[in-house]
């Protein structure tokens, strides 16, 4: 079993920089990848960002250049730093990774950029 609990949402002005976090407990010795997902209201969830466990980091098109990933494993901590932001990312932003066949999500945090 992994939690996954993640933080640092909020509502930012358009141009505005936020720091996303998502903290695993439980079997995290298993944990490989993880990855950033953001869904809005009626849309698929989309993949954002994700990293191996030996830091490669891929991107979203339309995050590339704005957004970086990173983690902390002394902290058990996955990161998001998200500049200059645009009001079409908005949403709720979750965290996600898969230990063994089991898909583990967090709860999510909501996003608001105000234009």
């Known amino acids: 079993q992994v939690q996954l609990v993640e933080s640092g949402g909020g509502l930012v002005q358009a141009g505005g920089s936020l720091r996303l976090s998502c903290v695993a407990s439980g079997n995290i010795f298993s944990i490989n990848a993880m990855g950033w997902y953001r869904q809005v209201p009626g849309n698929e969830r989309e993949l954002v960002a994700r990293?191996?466990?030996?830091?490669?980091?891929t991107y979203s098109d339309s995050v590339k250049g704005r957004f970086t990933i990173s983690r902390d494993n002394t902290k058990n901590t996955l990161y998001l730093q998200m500049n200059s932001l645009k009001p079409e990312d908005t949403a709720v932003y979750s965290c996600?990774?898969?230990?063994?066949?089991?898909?583990?999500w967090g709860r999510g945090t909501q996003v608001t950029v105000s234009s």
């Open positions: 996600r990774t898969i230990v063994g066949l089991v898909v583990y």
């Open positions: 990293i191996t466990s030996g830091g490669i980091t």
